[in-house]
């Protein structure tokens, strides 16, 4: 049992170049989330998605988009990447609030803008 | 809105020594709930205890229990017979909600926590 699977676990990109952030979950959860984190800072929410092909936006959505086609996968995108970027971003996964304990996240990615 | 404080940016403590990161919160809700997480230098999250604001008694998982004071709006994590693997960055975090019956966690900055042998 996997949990939260993140790809790439690191990546560098330059100035304007695009990318895609992978998240998968294998525990049939609602809801997923992606949050970024800056040296020396929590946690804060960029989407979130609370089913099969439906987003929402979070604290910091600005500069990403998110698509969920499949229940169990999550999708952060960059369209043209800037320094202002640079952070780890976090995956997480939940149920539904019924049955909310918590969330289960994934290992992260790190992601550097040049 | 929610808002979690650790004042706290670094804590150094002796091996065996029990150790106490403070947080207190704020929130108009009257029902939370209020998350402790572990970040060791790997990077990953690790979740270490849960209370919910209607609990009657503080949460205690292993060495971890959390000093909740609803009245003062604290919750803070108790970490007894401190040990070197507990060096990390610790995290306090707070729920709250998003639409159609999400769950955001609101954190606070962190707290760096060195065990010294």
């Known amino acids: 049992n996997a949990g939260v699977t993140q790809t790439p676990k690191f990546r560098v990109l330059k100035t304007g170049q695009s990318m895609t952030l992978l998240c998968a979950q294998d525990?049939?959860?609602?809801?997923m989330y992606w949050y970024r984190q800056d040296p020396g800072m929590g946690l804060r929410l960029i989407h979130y998605?609370?089913?099969?092909?439906?987003?929402a936006k979070g604290e910091v959505p600005d500069g990403y988009n998110v698509s969920r086609l499949k229940k169990q996968n999550f999708l952060l995108g960059l369209e043209s990447a800037a320094p202002s970027q640079t952070s780890v971003y976090f995956c997480?996964?939940?149920?539904?609030?019924?049955?909310?304990?918590?969330?289960?996240f994934g290992s992260g990615t790190r992601l550097t803008v040049v | 809105a929610q808002k979690i404080t650790q004042t706290q940016p670094g804590m150094f403590v002796q091996e065996k020594e029990a150790v106490t990161l403070d947080c207190t919160y704020d929130?108009?809700?009257?029902?939370?709930?209020l998350f402790w997480y572990k970040q060791p230098s790997s990077g990953e999250m690790i979740f270490l205890i849960y209370?919910?604001?209607?609990?009657?008694q503080n949460a205690t998982e292993g060495r971890y229990s959390l000093n909740f004071q609803k009245a003062r709006k604290s919750a803070n994590l108790v970490i007894s017979a401190s040990q070197l693997g507990d060096s990390a960055m610790y995290f306090c975090?707070?729920?709250?909600?998003?639409?159609?019956?999400?769950?955001?966690?609101?954190f606070g900055q962190g707290t760096r926590l060195t065990i010294n042998p």
């Open positions: 997480a996964s939940s149920y539904s609030v019924r049955a909310w304990d918590g969330y289960t």
């Open positions: 525990m049939n959860h609602e809801y």
């Open positions: 998605s609370v089913g099969e092909g439906t987003t």
């Open positions: 929130t108009s809700d009257p029902s939370y709930g």
């Open positions: 209370q919910g604001s209607y609990d009657q």
């Open positions: 975090a707070m729920r709250g909600a998003l639409s159609q019956g999400a769950q955001k966690l609101v």
